[in-house]
């Protein structure tokens, strides 16, 4: 198709009006001027057309976007020019769009047969130009200009090039044509592009990954990672930034702990003041305690007020399935705290890179040793005066490397166990901050009452019991959240979730009324068993009753409290034997714990007197034991005592059972009526409890010298974050 310039200029200028895209508009109409100017095809004008505009445009953002003006000019129409990524996807799609529009729209014939060539084509000389025969495989047919209004050329498959010319001359022979009449043959090798199409996927494929490449070489790339997944050297360290919302205030029930935490701090901020005096400064710590007590709370404290560069990894990023990973990782994590110095390194989880050293070498343990090794020659190479601080975080300190724990490297080992009673008010306080509470319920009493429900809870535990009782008060539309929405929380998180749709058989249901009445009856009239709180036969979780009392909380136990607490335990069970003459699968938790308690008497605590003062390490659950420390005889006599002692606590619950008979099932009843009883229901039936018992916040904390956490800070860590020498300026 040829048109006039005039015209082309024309087309151009619409095409500008109706792709108003600055830069790329221009392109495009000069570019498809140029081309029909030069009497291409229509579908060969759009292709080029396309392909060069993209192209030409590219490369002259490219241009603009090196010179010295500011980024804000170098932005042309709609498109994110200054952006280097938006460039190199831009090229990409400018040539993969150009091979497409060729490949689907350049001019491929109208395939005919060798009888339509025949007695269409060579019947009429006249009509054919030429023939030509293409790699061999097919004839073009070319046309006179006007000959066929379908196309300017058609064409046929061919066997082979000598059946071809057989059948030609057979065929010039039949109609009669002579050698003036006859089309001229020529013989040609060219290539329609259908390779480059075979090839778009593994070019893709290869830009793609020397995209990647080149965007990891550059430093960190999307999601705050250092480098791309081929840089498996560089460390995955982060360093956190100045945003973290978590602040010493955040952080309560571990003030001991926070104290060590806040003078490393001091370390670095203020290193004269130690150094004065002769001292050094500690090289790092290890953190160690219970999950959920708070390790990795303490350090997002520390990150976000110690004004000093806080730099943070787990231990499970420095194995990867490549071997020398791990090493390297780790001396590039040093390398990034040296020359961010002084700072403070976090390694949470530390144990996963820790564990002791030894057994087989299998590939993975050998790769660990390898990181461990580096780990211990990258601290012990740090000095005083690099003021790098190094804290670790792990809940099985037992498990790590003694080259890893001694002085040198570790200097202090900071336990965070679970809080006590004044540090779960603190941390109770804490977490009611945000929670819209009853107008009626002062704070600091409800933090302090709920402090002494919940003994042995951990801050995790405290946090989900805040938020599981804003969860209930929502749930039933109140307008605040209220003391009975925290009981119910606390039995949430004990217990588990209430099944009250649970169908249980009469049967049942009066096996496990009668079951916890006899765990209540025995704990009652037991001195040193807990005080009860309540005692429900409303399945939860996994059981399908449960009795929750208040324990002690105290550190020390006798060979007489344990021996209480065992028949307390035991007390469903023989509850069960004595009214129904039978036993069931419900007590096989309780026989559980009763097995671990007499185990734990007899092999760690030396209470046997035939066994002896010995102390032998009990198998974690889980693992796999292959030998013990003592002889099959001591295993023997350690399962004989074992069994003699759980016979005892049986036979006393069976004494206790019997003699308040009366009492247990007076309780049993009024749970099949009731589902749940109360502390109150329980003195309502039984009496007073013969036993002195504490339950309130004043009675546990009477005598410990205050009613709350000690909160105060030495004199020389008052201001722990801040420069003394600046500040005296």
């Known amino acids: ?40 095809s229509l579908s060969v004008c759009l292709s080029l057309s396309l392909s060069l505009s993209l192209s030409l445009s590219v490369c002259l953002s490219l241009c603009l976007s090196v010179s010295p003006r500011p980024p804000s000019v170098v932005s042309f129409g709609d498109f994110p020019w200054n952006e280097k990524d938006f460039r190199y996807l831009a090229l990409t799609v400018a040539g993969v769009s150009s091979a497409l529009l060729y490949y689907y729209f350049r001019n491929t014939g109208r ?6 060539f025949v007695h269409r084509y060579l019947l009429f000389p006249v009509q054919v130009d030429r023939l030509e ?76 990954l020397l995209f990647t490449l080149r965007r990891g070489s550059l430093g960190r790339g999307p999601g705050g990672g250092r480098g791309g997944p081929f840089n498996m050297s560089e460390s995955t360290a982060k360093m956190m930034k100045d945003n973290i919302d978590v602040k010493f205030k955040d952080v309560a029930g571990c ?51 110690a004004n000093v ?81 190094v804290l670790a975080g792990t809940n099985r300190p037992d498990i790590l490397d003694p080259a890893l724990m001694r002085p040198g490297r570790f200097d202090r080992q900071i336990y965070i166990g ?24 002062d704070k600091d009493v409800l933090a302090r009452k709920m402090a002494a429900a919940t003994p042995g809870f951990t801050g995790a535990d405290i946090a989900n019991v805040c938020n599981e009782a804003a969860l209930i008060a929502a749930r039933y539309l109140s307008p605040s959240v209220n003391a009975k929405h925290f009981e119910q929380a606390i039995d949430r998180v004990i217990g588990g979730l209430e099944k009250k749709t649970q169908v249980l058989q009469p049967t049942e249901k009066k096996t496990v009324a009668y079951h916890e ?67 069931t699968t419900g007590a096989q938790d309780d026989l ?36 013990k420390p003592y002889s099959e005889a001591t295993a023997e006599l350690i399962d004989q005592e074992v069994r003699e002692l759980v016979d005892q606590a049986y036979q006393r619950t069976m004494e206790l059972i019997q003699e308040k008979k009366e009492l247990v099932e007076l309780v049993g009843k009024r749970l099949l009526e009731r589902e749940v009883l109360d502390k109150a229901d329980m003195l309502e039936l039984l009496g007073p409890r013969p036993f002195e018992e504490k339950s309130t916040y004043e009675e546990f904390v009477e005598g410990t010298g205050s009613f709350e956490e000690d909160t105060s800070l030495p004199k020389g860590l008052r201001d722990w974050n801040q420069e003394k020498g600046s500040k005296t300026n």
């Open 517 to 583: 009445a006899g765990h209540a009856i025995v704990g009652w009239f037991l001195e040193h068993a807990d005080p009860l709180l309540k005692v429900s036969i409303i399945p939860r979780g996994k059981g399908l009753g449960y009795a929750q009392y208040l324990p002690r909380e105290q550190y020390l136990y006798s060979r007489e409290q344990l021996f209480d607490r065992m028949c307390m335990m035991l007390g469903g069970r023989v509850a069960e034997q004595t009214f129904f003459g039978r036993i």
């Open 1 to 40: 198709m040829c048109l006039s310039l005039p015209l082309c200029l024309s087309l151009s200028l619409s095409l500008s009006l109706l792709f108003p895209v600055c830069l790329l508009s221009v392109c495009l109409s000069v570019c498809l001027s140029v081309c029909l100017s030069l009497s291409l």
């Open 255 to 305: 003030e001991e702990a926070k104290l060590e935490i806040l003078e490393f701090v001091n370390f670095l901020k203020n290193p004269q003041q130690y150094q004065d005096l002769g001292a050094k400064i500690p090289k790092g710590a290890v953190l160690s305690g219970p999950p959920g007590t708070g390790k990795t709370l303490l350090a997002k404290a520390t990150a976000g007020e």
């Open 592 to 627: 559980k714990k009763v097995t671990q308690s007499a185990y734990a008497q007899v092999v760690q605590f030396g209470m046997s007197e035939k066994v002896g003062q010995v102390s032998f390490d009990l198998p974690r659950q889980g693992e796999m034991v292959m030998e």
């Open 111 to 116: 395939e005919i047969s060798w009888k339509d």
């Open 133 to 208: 025969v293409v790699n061999k495989q097919y004839v073009r047919v070319i046309l006179v200009p006007g000959a066929d209004t379908d196309g300017s050329y058609v064409w046929f498959n061919i066997g082979s090039v000598d059946t071809f010319e057989r059948n030609l001359e057979a065929a010039y022979t039949e109609l009669g044509l002579g050698l003036s009449n006859r089309p001229a043959v020529v013989y040609s090798t060219e290539s329609d592009g259908s390779f480059l199409m075979s090839m778009v996927p593994t070019l893709l494929l290869i830009g793609f």
């Open 309 to 389: 560069p806080f730099i943070t990894v787990n231990g499970s990023e420095f194995l990867e399935m490549f071997v020398g990973v791990g090493p390297a990782r780790v001396r590039d994590m040093f390398s990034m705290a040296r020359k961010n110095a002084p700072c403070i390194l976090f390694i949470d989880e530390i144990d996963a890179v820790g564990r002791k050293r030894g057994g087989g070498n299998f590939g993975g343990q050998s790769e660990q040793e390898n990181t461990l090794n580096q780990l211990l020659v990258e601290m012990d190479g740090f000095n005083t005066s690099t003021n790098v601080v």
């Open 418 to 441: 679970p809080p006590d009673i004044k540090g779960r008010a603190s941390i109770f306080k804490v977490h009611l901050r945000p929670i819209k509470l009853d107008p009626n319920m």
